[in-house]
């Protein structure tokens, strides 16, 4: 059976303090054992202190990035052996925001998938179409070729340490959310795609997490799609109230 995964995106933001103050409410507010995989993931310089506070709980620390090089003059970068050296096992890639600002392609995405797996760092694995792609029904093949590009030269054995983050692009913090519907459709086209590329168990193992203004109110819904497999929350993740909220929602 795949795992329900529920992970928080923290991107840039709080400083130290902040960072405590959020752990330790989540920390407070985690009575009963989720269903879900709980993931966390801060920024470089909070993911010790994330460490430290969670460690008698389930929740794993994530980071949300890495460089595909292992070490050398690439300043103001972190290696995937660097972050497995204190401990990170998961490290997100891909995401939107890293291909848009920081011009990360799939085929850098590429390298980086094989030097997080290589180090032995499990991957969630972020893409989903923009605006304009939906609007001119292109985003199946948008979808289709990043999976392609990026992911699908692994070998069978490696997709016990992938995970799938499909983000709609124009519903990353806008507030605008993909309907079930949208989020299920796309999910099954997915699964379908890996089924055809590699075979059917693996297709019906990987864990497909949907992100995009997922919250609260919404959260239920979404997840309660067959093949919709937990979230990937940013906004929503600053607040434990919410994010927990969020966790038990399946
Ligand atoms: P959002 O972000 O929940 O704020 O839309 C999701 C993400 O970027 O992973």
């Known amino acids: 059976m795949r ?7 923290w991107k840039m933001n709080n400083d130290l303090a902040e960072t405590q103050e959020l752990l330790s409410n ?8 989720p269903e879900a995989e709980v993931m966390v993931a ?28 292992e070490n050398g003059a690439f300043t103001g970068e972190v290696s995937a052996k660097m972050l497995k050296s204190i ?9 939107s925001e890293r291909r848009a600002h920081f011009h990360e392609t799939n085929e850098i995405l590429a390298e980086k998938v094989n030097a997080a797996l290589n180090n032995e760092v499990k991957v969630i694995f972020c893409f989903g179409e923009e605006l304009k792609d939906r609007q001119s029904e292109k985003h199946f093949d948008v979808v289709a070729k ?3 590009e990026s992911l699908y030269h692994i070998a069978d054995a490696s997709w ?3 995970i799938l983050a499909y983000e709609p692009v124009w519903a990353i913090g806008t507030g605008e959310t993909a309907s079930p519907e949208q989020a ?3 999910h099954a086209f997915i699964r379908k795609n890996i089924s055809e590329a590699f075979n059917e168990n693996i297709a019906q193992e990987v864990s497909i997490l949907y992100g995009g203004s997922v919250k609260p109110a919404n959260a239920s819904e979404i997840f309660a799609k067959e093949d919709v497999d937990g979230g990937l929350i940013g906004g929503a993740s600053l607040k434990a109230v919410d994010f927990l909220e969020i966790v038990n929602a399946f």
């Open 146 to 148: 990043q999976l392609k």
């Open 87 to 95: 401990g990170v096992e998961t490290v997100i890639l891909g995401h």
């Open 42 to 69: 801060p920024p470089f310089t909070n993911l010790h202190e994330a460490f430290k506070s969670l460690k008698d709980t389930p929740v794993i620390v994530a980071a949300q990035n890495m460089h595909q090089n």
């Open 184 to 186: 299920q459709e796309m």
């Open 3 to 9: 795992k329900k995964i529920v992970a928080g995106n």
């Open 160 to 162: 016990e340490n992938i």
């Open 26 to 33: 989540l920390k407070m507010q985690l009575v009963k054992k």
